[in-house]
């Protein structure tokens, strides 16, 4: 998204850098998404976990960064997003809302913090909004979460649905597969999108989802489709950061690794230790002198 709905200079980052796009928003608010889809740009969202990644992410121009759940399986070690509590969400929800300055931050509802109704969702939600000071919350299910975006939306939260694969429900779902494969599957989640969009929600996430369905669900929907493994044919995209840079010696097929941030790291922790170990760190520039 390059130049998502702006509404004055007001709206414009006060001091840019010699590089940056003047026509930016310093802030991506969520009718800028709809705009985004109407006027064709591609929206991009990645994961962020921490103040530290999220700054980076903020200063390269993403549009929205994702507090995801699958902070379990990436920085928790678990194996899955199901044990991810309210709790584990809220300091690195925290420490991105205050490191992002353009980008529009969204926090994932972990698994059993909105099933049980509105109510629930709605105490989550508001606790995430209050303790955070994110943009938007995101929950997994269509029309099985209608009354939860709807009740969100209502009080005034931002909602960004999921769709296909739903990592909350893997175990229902026979693990990480692709989602509305043939013609009754396909239909089924065309419904979904368009109960989560009449809910209310802002944008949904498409996972594992084949193209020719993204494609169908992104034409039928106002709000912005953001894929994860759904093709090009949707409007934006997003991807977990340690798949996107390489942090990892797997990653899923539908990621591409635009960098080996791993081995960089690796390799920069191994010169460390090397240098500590032959006494050439630190050096006198290093130090301090009397
Ligand atoms: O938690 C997460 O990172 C997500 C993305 C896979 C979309 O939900």
Redesign the pocket.
Known sequence: MSNPGHDAAADVAAAPSPAADLTRPRRVRVHHLAEAKERGEKLTML?AYDAVTARIFDAAGLDLL?V????GNTMHGHAT?LPVTLDDMIPPARAVARAAEHALVVV?LPFGTYEAGPEQALASAVRVMKETGAAAI?LEGGRRSAAQIRALTDAGIPVVG?LGFT?QSENILGGPRVQGRGDDAAEALCEDALAVQEAGAVAV?L?MVPVEVAARATEILRIPTIG?GAGPRVDGQ?L?WTDMAGMTDWSPRFARRFAEVGNLLRQAAQDYAAEVRGGTFPDAAHSFER
């Open positions: 994961t994702l995801g759940d699958s902070i997003t994932d995101k999921h990592p996430v996972e994860i997003v977990v």
